[in-house]
């Protein structure tokens, strides 16, 4: 029986938490008419009315949902802003908290699917960013709580 190193384990976990939970305020990277992904030099912050909304946040990762929309549903969105998965519709539904702290200045979210997993940004300004101190393990009995 193969033995899997500990360094490997840690590795493949981090990737596996960052593909779900490494987190981008809409607008903040662009997608060019060529198909390429940069940073939004003119990128602001959200409203706060925006930050407030889970649809506001992208999964900064390869788009998985987005290719099984309608043509309907696609005429709605911005080639250049939308073209990542959004997390309202993550799966399961209600994994996701949206609080604001700090008097309403600094919007936070959590992750109840991974716990520990925390992400912020402070409307109309470009700082956003996210941390996670966890224990590694992916709350399996969340779709049993919600």
Known sequence: ???????????????????????????????????????????EGLSLTEAKKLSSYFHFTEPVNLKNKTLLEKADLDPSTDFLDSLEHDIPQGSWTVQLEKGGTVVVLRSLLWLGLTFYHVPMTKQYGYVYFGTGEKNLDLPFML
Do not use: W
């Open 1 to 43: 029986k193969p033995m899997i190193k500990e360094e490997s384990r840690l590795v493949a976990t981090i990737e596996q938490i960052d593909r779900a939970v490494g987190i981008i305020p809409r607008g903040a990277f662009l997608k060019t008419p060529l198909g390429s992904v940069r940073e939004n030099r003119n990128f």
